[in-house]
C-alpha cells in the first residue's frame, strides 16, 4: 500500500479542526471504532457512539467539543463541528489514488478522439469517432466508449462500462463498474398484436459531479435527452429509463427503477427498491421511504411511503386473508353506524326510565 | 452525424401517409414537439397534445386528418391513421447505424467458429468454439460469445454482453450492454445444512426479434432450456431464471424478477419492479401493473396488481399500524353484527312504541 | 459435445446407490421426465412426479426405494435416499468443463502479479500488481481483477466480471458474467445541499464456496469490510452494499438489496425482490419470503414476510381504497363497542320482557 501517515496537526488542519494532545502523533489510517489500532484516527459521530469511543483501541479521535469533554480516558482529538464531514474529507487523502496517466498499449483510439494528455486510458479500453475525454480523468479496463461520446475532466469511469448514444458528461463524474449509459431506451409501439422497435434518437446529458454506481442502466433518450443534473448520486442496480430528467442534488438508492420521461426535482431522496412508473412529475425536497411505488405524479415536498415493513409470516397470512377481505367492509360507514345506534340505544335506555 | 435529410414528399411515401403542404419541405430530424425546430417534423399523439402542438417550431406534423383540421396555423402534414407508429418507422430511417462491416483485427475468433462475411465483429470480441454468427449481425466490442454459442442474422449485440451456455439465438435480436445470457442458474440442494451446486446442463433459446435490455440475467436451464418465444421484449435490469418459458410478443419492464421453471403466455404485460415465484403459470394475455407479486398460477387473461402506491408518510404510517391489527378484526361479520343488532334496535322501538 | 456415456452401474457407484436392471445401460445424459429421451436417465423427486415418471421416454431413473415400487413399467433405476441430491452429484460428470490451462496470449498480467502455473486466464484479461490466483482457477475473458486482488485456488470467475477494491476470495468460489465486486460503496456526507464523496476504503471478503450470480453488486467498506462468510449463495442483480456481512449458508435469491452495514446471520433464506434497510441486524435461521421489506433488526429466527400477493385488478383497486381509508378506522375499538352495544341491547330486551 502507497499511504503516507499525517501528524495529527497536519489531520487538523486539513479538516479545519483544532488538534489537542499530542500534535506529532503519526496517523497511518482511518479506521472504525471497533477496529481500530494504536496508529489510526476515528470518528465518534454522536453520543450514541460514546461507549464504542470509550471502548476504542484507536490513537486519536474526531470529535465535537462537546463530546470530547464526555472522552477523559483519551488523549488526542481533533475538535470540528461535524466530525462526519471531516471523516468524508480525511478519507480522500487515505484513498489509495490511481496515479498512472497516459494511453494503455492496449487500448483501441479513434484517430479522431482528442483525449487529453493526463488522462489515463486503461487496458484494452475502446473508444469512438469523435470522442472527447477531457484532463486528468481515469478510464478503466475495458470500457466501451462509443461514437460521439464525450467525457469531461476529472472523471473516473470503472472497468466494463459501457457509454454509447452519443452520451455527454461534464466534469468531476464518477460511474461504477459495468453500467451501462446511454443504450437504447425501451420504447415499442404496440400494433396489430407485435411491438415495434422505435430506434432511440435522444442522447444522456450528466452534469458535473453525478455519481452512478455499478450495473445501473441510464438509456438514450427517444427523441430528447435522459438527463442527469449536477450532483447526482445514484447508487447500484437503478434503472433510469428514456427521457428522465432529474434534478440537482438528488440521491436515488439501490435497485430503484424509474420509468420512461420521469421528471424529479431537485433535493429529492429516493429510498431502495422503489418504482416510478412513467410520465410523472416529482417536486423539489421529496423522500421516498424504501420501496415506494410512485403511481401519481407528486406536487409538494414531503416524505411519502408504500412500502411495507416485515410481519411475523403467520400474522402476515391472516392480514392477507383480511385484506382480501377488505373491498367490500363498507370501513367509513362503520363508525357511523356504531355512534348511530349507540345514540338510538341511549335514546330506548333513557326512554325505559322515563317509564319507570 | 451523417443523417441526411428527406423531402416531405418521400417521408411521406414511407409511412404510406399523404403528403399536406410543401412536398419539398426538407426534413432533417424528428423531435419532439417541445424541443422542435424548422427543419424538424414532429408527431401529434392524440388530441391531448394539441395545444404543444400549435405552440412548436416544427416545420411539418404526423397527425390524423381529425388532428389535422384542428392544426389550422400549421402548414405541412402528413396525414396517416396512426401517427404513432408512422413515427415508429421513422425513428428507424433517422437512426445513426453501424455501417462498417468485418472482423476486428483485435477480434479473437475461434477456427471453427463460423462468421458471415457481412457481419460486424468489434474490438476485443472473444467467439468461441464452433460458433455461428449469421449475415449482417453486429457484435460490438468486448461481447463474449462463449463456445457452442449460434447467432442468427441482423442480430445487435451490444458491448459487454456475455452469452454463454452453448445459447442458440435466432434472427433480428437486439441484446442490450452488459447483459449475460446462458449463465449458471441458481439451483442447489440443500444437504446437511450446506448448499450442493447442481451444474446447469440446459441452456438458453432465444426466438426472433426478441429484445433484451442492458444489464438483464437470462440464466441457462437445469436440464431443458430457458426459452425466449419470438417477438418478446424486455427492459433493462430484468432477471429469467432457470427454465422459465416466456410467449410469444410478451413485454417485461425493468427490475423485475421471473423465479425459476415459470412459465409466462403470450402478449403478456408485467410491469416493473414486479417478481413471479418459481414454478407457476401464466395464462396468455395477462396483465401485471407495477411492482406485482406472483405467489399463484393465472389461468386465465386479465389485469392483475398488489403494488401499492403512494401515501403521505405520517398517514402511511398511521395506516401500516391499523395492518397490524387487521388479522383480528373479523372484519366479514362487523357488518352482519351491525345489521342484526339494527334490526334487534328496531324491534325493540316498535314494541317501545305500542306499548305507548 | 466432449461428454462420455457412463454405465449405469458406475453411475450407481458415484453417487452411492443400489443398481437395479441393466448394469451396462448406458447412459449419455441426464435429462427431464418430460424431455428424456432412451438414453437418458432422470430423478423422480417424490410422489407427484410418479405420472410423470410412468410418462417418461427415459432409460433409467434415479429413486427411492418407495417410489421404485410404484415404477413397475420401467426397468432400470438407481435407488438412493435423496434423489435430488443425487441428481445435484450427477451434474457434476455430465458438466461440460473448462479444460484449458494456461495464460492466454491477450491477457495483461502485472509482473507483480502470482498466477498458479494451472489456472486458466482467458482472452484480454487484466490482472493488477500483486494480485494472486490460486491453483486451478479459471477467469474468463475480460475479466478485470484490479490491484491487489487475491483469488484462491478452484475458483470461476465469469466473463466481464470486474473485482477490485483490493478483495481478498478464497477456495471454490464462483462469481457469474458481469458482476462488480469491491466497487465503491454508496458513502455520502450531506453538507450544505450537496453530497460529500466518502473515499471508501474497506475492502471484500469473500470465503470458501460462495457463489455469486450475474450482474451483482458487491461494495467494498468504507472503513472495515464487507463479509460475506463460507457457503454464501447469491442469485443474480443482488446488491450488497458496503460494510454487510452475510453469515454461512445463507442464500439470498435475485433482485434483493441489502443496504449498508446489515449483518444476517447464517442459514438464513431471503426471498427475491427483498429490501433490507441499512443498520440492522438479521438472526441466524430467518426466513424471508419474497418481496419482503425489512426495517427492523430482527432478533429471533423465524418466517417472516410483507410482499402482498396478486389481486385482480378491480378488486385491487377497491381494496386500495378502503387502505386509503384504514388509518382513521378504530379497528381494535369496533368489536369492543360491538360487544359492548350487543350487551346494552340485550339487557333492554330483558327489561322489556320482565314488564310484559
Redesign the interface.
Known amino acids: 500500500?502507497n499511504r503516507r501517515s499525517y501528524r495529527l496537526e497536519e489531520i487538523a488542519h486539513l479538516v479545519k479542526g483544532e488538534c489537542f494532545g499530542e500534535k506529532d502523533f503519526q496517523v497511518f489510517?482511518?479506521?472504525?471504532l471497533?477496529?481500530a489500532q494504536n496508529q489510526h484516527i476515528c470518528f465518534v459521530n454522536g453520543d450514541k457512539y460514546l461507549s464504542q469511543a470509550e471502548a476504542s483501541q484507536a490513537g486519536a479521535y474526531i470529535v465535537t467539543a462537546a463530546l470530547k469533554q464526555q472522552l477523559s480516558s483519551k488523549n488526542n482529538f481533533i475538535v470540528v463541528d461535524?466530525p462526519?464531514?471531516a471523516?468524508?474529507?480525511l478519507?480522500?487523502i487515505?484513498?489509495k489514488k490511481i496515479t498512472q496517466r497516459g494511453i494503455s498499449s492496449?487500448a483501441?483510439i479513434h484517430p479522431s478522439a482528442i483525449i487529453a494528455d493526463d488522462a489515463y486510458i486503461?487496458?484494452?479500453v475502446?473508444i469512438g469517432e469523435n470522442c472527447v475525454v477531457g484532463s486528468n480523468t481515469i478510464i478503466?479496463?475495458?470500457a466501451?466508449i462509443?461514437d460521439?461520446v464525450e467525457i469531461g475532466k476529472d472523471c473516473f469511469i470503472?472497468?466494463?462500462v459501457?457509454i454509447?448514444g452519443a452520451a455527454k458528461l461534464k466534469d468531476r463524474i464518477?460511474i461504477?463498474?459495468?453500467?451501462?449509459i446511454g443504450?437504447?431506451g425501451?420504447?415499442?409501439?404496440p400494433?396489430q398484436?407485435?411491438?415495434?422497435?422505435?430506434?432511440?434518437?435522444g442522447s444522456v446529458q450528466i452534469g458535473n459531479?453525478v455519481?452512478v454506481?455499478?450495473?445501473?442502466?441510464i438509456?438514450r433518450g427517444?427523441?430528447?435527452d435522459t438527463i442527469l443534473e449536477d450532483?447526482v448520486?445514484i447508487?447500484?442496480?437503478v434503472?433510469i429509463?428514456h427521457n428522465v430528467q432529474i434534478g440537482q442534488?438528488t440521491?436515488i438508492?439501490?435497485?430503484?427503477?424509474i420509468?420512461g420521461s420521469v421528471r424529479i426535482g431537485k433535493?429529492c431522496i429516493i429510498g431502495?427498491?422503489s418504482?416510478v412508473?412513467g410520465h410523472l412529475n416529482i417536486a423539489d425536497n421529496v423522500?421516498?421511504?424504501?420501496?415506494?411505488?410512485?403511481?401519481?405524479s407528486?406536487s409538494e415536498a414531503?416524505?411519502?411511503?408504500?412500502?411495507?415493513?416485515?410481519?411475523?409470516?403467520s400474522?402476515?397470512?391472516?392480514?392477507?386473508?383480511?385484506?382480501?377481505?377488505?373491498?367490500?367492509?363498507?370501513?367509513?360507514q362503520?363508525?357511523k353506524?356504531?355512534d348511530h345506534?349507540?345514540a338510538?340505544?341511549e335514546s330506548?335506555?333513557s326512554?325505559?326510565k322515563l317509564r319507570k
Chains 1, 2, 3 share one sequence.
Open positions: 500500500m489510517n482511518l479506521a472504525s471497533e477496529q461535524n462526519y464531514l471523516f468524508a474529507t478519507t480522500h487515505f484513498e492496449t483501441k486503461g487496458h484494452y475502446v478503466q479496463a475495458h466501451f462509443d460521439q470503472d472497468a466494463h459501457t454509447t464518477r461504477h463498474a459495468n453500467t451501462a443504450a437504447e425501451f420504447g415499442f409501439a400494433y398484436g407485435k411491438w415495434h422497435r422505435i430506434a432511440q434518437l459531479d455519481r454506481g455499478s450495473n445501473c442502466s438509456d427517444a427523441l430528447d450532483g448520486i447508487d447500484n442496480l434503472q429509463a442534488h440521491a438508492a439501490a435497485n430503484t427503477a420509468a433535493n431502495g427498491g418504482a412508473a423522500t421516498l421511504t424504501g420501496m415506494s411505488m410512485v403511481t401519481k407528486i414531503g416524505t411519502f411511503s408504500s412500502g411495507i415493513g416485515l410481519f411475523e409470516n400474522h402476515w397470512k391472516r392480514t392477507v386473508v383480511r385484506l382480501r377481505q377488505l373491498a367490500d367492509v363498507p370501513l367509513t362503520i363508525t353506524r356504531l345506534m349507540q338510538q340505544l330506548l335506555e326512554t325505559l
